[in-house]
Structure formats: C-alpha cells, structure tokens
C-alpha cells in the first residue's frame, strides 16, 4: 500500500510568483485535505477535496486555490504568494468526505516546505 | 467550532522516564481525538486515535492515551521514554470535515 507522497519538497518562490504544489493520495482514500503549517506552530487547514469537488474551508483568501483530480490526486495553487505564505504545506487523504458525516482517520504526507523571498 | 489546547510549550524528559502530554478539548458531544508525532522536518504521523467505547487507548511506539469527559481531556501517556521519542507532538479534535489541531508540545529528551 503506498502512501501519502507530495512533492517538490522544497520550493523556493519570490514575493507576487504563483506555486503550485501536488499530492497523491493513499491507494483506496478519495478525500484530500490541504493545511498549512506556519513555524513552530500547528497546522491549518485550508480545504478540502471530495471526489473533485471543495468539500470545506478555513480561513484562506481566494488565491488559494485547488483541484482534485479523477484519479484523486490533488492539487494546491497559491497565487501572488506573499512572505506569510511561508510554511509548510501538508497533504492529508482519506476515505469518506461528506461534510457532517463521519470522518475516517486522514493520513498525511512529508509536507512541501515553501520559502518566499 | 471544536478546538483543542495544549497547555505545554516545550517538555524535557530524561531517558527512561515516563511522559504525559496534556490535551484540552473543547466540544459538547463525544469528540473524535487524534494524537499526531512530527519530527523535524517531517510530516505528521497518526500515534493514537480515539472515536467511541474503551477510554483508554493503546497506539504505535508504547503510546496511550485516556479519554475523560469529566476534565474534558485526552493525555497522551509513555512509560519510558527513548531517544527517539524526541519530536513534536500534536493533539487534533475532527471538527466536521477538518481536523483543529492544537499548538503542539515539543518533547526534548536528555541521556
């Protein structure tokens, strides 16, 4: 069974650039779930996805954008990044998805460690 | 919404002792209740989970965790702890279809 993988794991970007970060999901999940990790402190979350479609989302502004795609894999686009959007960027999957109902337990990946000058 | 509070910044534990981390919940029914490890420059890996029935729960690495209602609390709990153990911990409640993560305690572990 393979795991959450992400990548690149490093970026390095510049003030106004536009990124865009990927996740494979576990085999068998259909639900990924995005968070930011500023540091030395927890995550955020920023959304997530359910068979292609935003399922949920914090409080992220609308250049943070993303897509799920057939195969469950998804996407994390971050426009006119500024140096706030600095952090680590997390990818979690999982099965379920519906908002309300129960949640399975998401699995995460290694992160992408995003450095905006 | 639920959310989580983890009172300990930072803990330092000697080789051999034994740990507990502190974890407040905040939500009016039975919550969902995860405990996350992250070591530097990782991801989060799952330790332990808790969603209904036993209150006391076994996870990965000699970890467990207890439930209680009445303190509104969820401590994650080792026996002895080893050098590897040395890492960030996270407490999570499931908040609908999020997980709300608390600030974290970092756990330092001298020989």
């Known amino acids: 069974e393979t795991g959450v993988t992400q990548s690149p794991t490093h970026l390095i970007k510049t003030r106004g650039q536009q990124v865009t970060l990927r996740c494979s999901s576990q085999s068998g999940h259909n639900t990924v779930s995005w968070y930011q990790q500023a540091l030395g402190q927890g995550p955020q979350f920023i959304f997530q996805?359910?068979?292609?479609?935003?399922?949920g989302r914090g409080n992220f502004p609308p250049r943070f954008s993303g897509l799920q795609f057939p195969n469950y894999s998804s996407e994390l686009n971050v426009n006119a990044l500024e140096l706030d959007d600095s952090a680590l960027y997390l990818c979690?999957?999982?099965?379920?998805?519906?908002?309300?109902?129960?949640?399975?337990?998401?699995?995460f990946g290694p992160g992408t460690r995003l450095l905006v000058l | 919404a639920q959310s989580v509070t983890q009172p300990d910044i930072h803990i330092t534990v000697s080789e051999g002792a034994s740990l507990e981390l502190r974890c407040n919940y905040s939500y009016g029914a039975t919550p969902y209740l995860f405990w996350y490890v992250q070591s530097p420059g990782q991801g989060l890996q799952l330790l332990l989970k808790y969603f209904s029935g036993d209150t006391l729960v076994q996870g990965i690495k000699g970890f467990e965790a207890e439930f209680k209602r009445s303190q509104s609390s969820f401590n994650l709990r080792k026996p002895s702890v080893h050098w590897s153990d040395a890492a960030e911990y996270f407490c999570?409640?499931?908040?609908?279809?999020?997980?709300?993560f608390g600030a974290g305690t970092t756990v330092t572990v001298r020989a």
């Open positions: 999570a409640v499931d908040d609908d279809y999020k997980l709300s």
């Open positions: 979690a999957s999982s099965s379920g998805g519906v908002a309300g109902a129960y949640q399975e337990t998401q699995y």
């Open positions: 996805y359910y068979r292609e479609e935003e399922n």
